[in-house]
Each structure stands twice: as structure tokens, then as C-alpha cells.
């Protein structure tokens, strides 16, 4: 049964060509769902199959995230802006996955966050607030305490092992995306606030 739901962008140039790749089984890459520029949403794997979607990679200490998961792919390059139609669709898609297997928000998490010294989506340009307001995700609106190591509270928050400039880029992606340089204490405080606010959704769920 699925306790997580992944989210990446397709990084092709078009969703048929998206669609045609994920549905090729000499490839060997597929997902439960895709959904269009245009906001139109299919399903491609019925969401109780296992879907070769994840890859290598873990979080929060559980591995063979294929086999524990949803995928969700959208059409996007991996350079342009998630448009609204789309992000509408992904909102109902979305919800409607997390009722279905009751998947708490906290469990909802980006391709990168799971994998992050292969991969970088759904990227700097995908808009994690917007998901944690309506209740499909997670989002600090404040800062924690930047004395603690980062590399404690990456582990708190659910990060794999990985080479830390790879842990501190995926952690950058998807909750601080402005971010730059070496490990600054802004990241550190960030990093603490979410580790505090997963522990009090896991605690809730």
C-alpha cells in the first residue's frame, strides 16, 4: 500500500512524448499519473501497482520507494514555470491520492528529496507553499535555531545519505530555492523549523 507520493517533472520537450516514453516497456520508467500543461490528468499505472518511477534513493529510512509510492510526472522541461492549469489538476490529483491511501502531507515529497545526488526535480520553480496551504504538503513560515548541524536536522527531516553539498542542494530545492553558496545559517534555520514542523505532522497523522 502507498504511504508516499513523489512528485517530478518529465524534463522532455512535450507531454506526448512524455506519455509515449512512460508507456514504452523496453524503457522501463513508468508512473500512476501525468499531468499536461494544460492541467489534463491520466492515469498511466493503476496507483496499487508498483510503478518504476523513484530509482534508486530512500527517505526517512525507508527504502525501495517504487513499491511505497505514488508517482506523480509533469509535463514540464525542467526550465520553464509549472502554469496554473497544471498545478490546478495536481491540487485534485493530489487530494484525491491522499484520501484514497490516507497519506499525510508530510509524506508528500519532491523526486530530489529522495534521490538527491541524481536528481533535481520538480525543481527550484515548483511551488511547494502553495501545495502546504492547501493542506498537500509541508512549508516552515518560520525559522528554527541555526546553532543546530544541519547534517541533524536533514537526517530528522528525512534525507538519505549523501554527500552533504548534495543533501544541502536538494534540501535548498524544495525549501529555501533562492539559496546560494556554501551552507549559510539561514539554512540552518530553515532546516530546523522544518525538521520540527515534520515531527508535528508525523505526530498528527
Given at each position: 500500500m502507498p504511504s508516499l507520493v513523489v512528485i517530478h517533472y518529465t524534463a522532455m520537450a512535450s507531454c506526448a512524448e512524455a506519455r509515449a516514453r512512460l508507456c514504452d516497456p523496453a524503457v522501463e520508467v513508468s508512473a500512476h499519473w501525468l499531468i499536461s500543461e494544460r492541467g489534463e490528468a491520466e492515469a498511466l499505472v493503476p496507483e496499487a501497482a508498483r510503478a518504476w518511477h523513484a530509482g534508486a534513493g530512500a527517505w526517512a529510512g525507508l527504502e525501495d520507494i517504487n513499491s511505497h509510492s505514488v508517482g506523480i510526472e509533469l509535463a514540464n522541461t525542467g526550465s520553464q514555470p509549472f502554469p496554473e492549469p497544471?498545478?490546478?489538476a495536481l491540487e485534485r490529483v493530489l487530494r484525491a491520492v491522499m484520501q484514497r491511501w490516507q497519506i499525510a502531507s508530510h509524506r508528500v515529497i519532491a523526486h530530489s528529496d529522495m534521490?538527491?545526488?541524481r536528481k533535481g526535480?520538480?525543481?527550484?520553480?515548483?511551488?511547494?507553499?502553495?501545495l502546504a496551504l492547501a493542506g498537500l504538503s509541508v512549508w516552515p513560515e518560520g525559522e528554527g535555531d541555526a546553532a543546530r548541524?544541519?547534517?541533524?536536522?536533514?537526517?530528522?527531516?528525512?534525507?538519505?545519505v549523501a554527500d552533504p553539498a548534495a543533501r544541502l542542494a536538494a534540501f535548498r530545492l524544495r525549501f529555501r530555492p533562492w539559496g546560494?553558496?556554501?551552507e549559510a545559517p539561514e539554512?540552518?534555520?530553515?532546516?530546523?523549523?522544518?525538521?520540527?514542523?515534520?515531527r508535528a505532522a508525523a505526530e498528527k497523522a
Amino acid at each position: 500500500m502507498p504511504s508516499l507520493v513523489v512528485i517530478h517533472y518529465t524534463a522532455m520537450a512535450s507531454c506526448a512524448e512524455a506519455r509515449a516514453r512512460l508507456c514504452d516497456p523496453a524503457v522501463e520508467v513508468s508512473a500512476h499519473w501525468l499531468i499536461s500543461e494544460r492541467g489534463e490528468a491520466e492515469a498511466l499505472v493503476p496507483e496499487a501497482a508498483r510503478a518504476w518511477h523513484a530509482g534508486a534513493g530512500a527517505w526517512a529510512g525507508l527504502e525501495d520507494i517504487n513499491s511505497h509510492s505514488v508517482g506523480i510526472e509533469l509535463a514540464n522541461t525542467g526550465s520553464q514555470p509549472f502554469p496554473e492549469p497544471q498545478m490546478a489538476a495536481l491540487e485534485r490529483v493530489l487530494r484525491a491520492v491522499m484520501q484514497r491511501w490516507q497519506i499525510a502531507s508530510h509524506r508528500v515529497i519532491a523526486h530530489s528529496d529522495m534521490a538527491p545526488a541524481r536528481k533535481g526535480d520538480p525543481g527550484a520553480r515548483f511551488d511547494w507553499r502553495r501545495l502546504a496551504l492547501a493542506g498537500l504538503s509541508v512549508w516552515p513560515e518560520g525559522e528554527g535555531d541555526a546553532a543546530r548541524p544541519l547534517a541533524a536536522s536533514l537526517d530528522a527531516i528525512g534525507y538519505p545519505v549523501a554527500d552533504p553539498a548534495a543533501r544541502l542542494a536538494a534540501f535548498r530545492l524544495r525549501f529555501r530555492p533562492w539559496g546560494q553558496g556554501p551552507e549559510a545559517p539561514e539554512d540552518r534555520a530553515r532546516a530546523d523549523a522544518v525538521a520540527h514542523l515534520m515531527r508535528a505532522a508525523a505526530e498528527k497523522a
